[in-house]
Nanobody
Framework: QLQASGAGLVQVGGSLRLSCATS????????VGWFRQAPGKSREFVAA????????VYADSVKGRFTISRDFARNTVYLQMNGLKPEDTAVYYC??????????????????WGQGTQLTVSS
């Protein structure tokens, strides 16, 4: 089970940190990805990190504003979001899978998904 948390309502330019935790599995050997889905739109890749080795991939739309990181002791992956924009408003999901580097951005490469957490950025 994946537990995503930390979203909410924030003003433009603000910051939030999302967490993706698990108490029933290990992230070792997997990649953890963040995706988002806005109303009426398809699910969109945001960022991903390979748990072992720390390889990271970002969507161009968030590069330089969002940072994905991991905490081994807490078995948690974070998504630090800075400089938030109204277009970042969406339900955010974390997911686990074993994508190869070329498929990090593809939702189909991830096999386990957490429940979504709503982020709203107000102007």
């Amino acid at each position: 089970q994946l537990q995503a948390s930390g979203a909410g309502l924030v003003q433009v330019g603000g910051s939030l940190r999302l967490s993706c935790a698990t108490s029933t599995r290990t992230f070792s050997g997997y990649a953890v990805g963040w995706f988002r889905q806005a109303p009426g739109k398809s699910r969109e890749f945001v960022a991903a990190m390979r748990w072992n080795g720390g390889t990271t991939v970002y969507a161009d739309s968030v590069k330089g504003r969002f940072t994905i990181s991991r905490d081994f002791a807490r078995n948690t992956v974070y998504l630090q979001m800075n400089g938030l924009k109204p277009e970042d408003t969406a339900v955010y999901y974390c997911a686990v899978g074993r994508p190869i580097l070329s498929t990090f951005r593809q939702p189909e490469a991830y096999t386990s998904w957490g429940q979504g957490t709503q982020l709203t950025v107000s102007s």
